[in-house]
């Protein structure tokens, strides 16, 4: 079996109970590309408006979307129940981006970290 190996990092900007924010970094076999990623969790006031998520500050506005619903395989350890959380985000790959964008390991990139930031702060400011 050929299995080419892609490393991929990922840096938490803000975890809490009600959120998380992430910057994640991937190799493409060519090139690093970058993401932007806000999971909200049932816990944070604006989980039901999908309107207000859409409209956070994402550059170009928000690219990803989804639903994920977590539950135990069966196992009943306590506090384990049935969770979902709404995950959104925004990569930096499109034809206007920056085409050099670095290597994760030589710093994060300056427009994903800044654009994190600004998502930790309208989720915290409700």
Same mark, same amino acid.
């Given at each position: ?5 892609? &490393? ?23 090139? %690093? ?12 006031k604006m989980f039901?408006?999908?309107k207000w998520l859409?409209?956070? &500050?994402? $550059? ?6 989804? $639903? ?19 995950? $959104? ?9 920056? &085409?050099y964008l670095p ?6 990139? %300056? ?11 309208? $989720?915290?400011?409700?």
């Open positions: 079996m050929n299995t080419e190996i892609k &490393p991929k990092v990922i840096i938490n900007i803000k975890r809490t109970n009600t959120f998380t924010v992430t910057i994640d970094a991937w190799y493409d076999g060519t090139r %690093w590309c970058w993401n932007v990623y806000a999971y909200v969790y049932e816990a944070h039901a408006d999908d859409k409209s956070l &500050p994402f $550059l170009e506005g928000c690219s990803y979307s989804s $639903l994920q619903t977590y539950q135990p395989l069966k196992i009943d350890y306590k506090g384990q129940k049935v969770g979902t959380t709404k995950v $959104l985000g925004l990569d930096y790959n499109h034809l206007y981006d920056d &085409p290597d994760p390991f030589d710093g994060i990139y %300056w427009k994903a970290e800044q654009d994190a930031h600004e998502l930790v702060a309208a $989720l915290e400011s409700v």
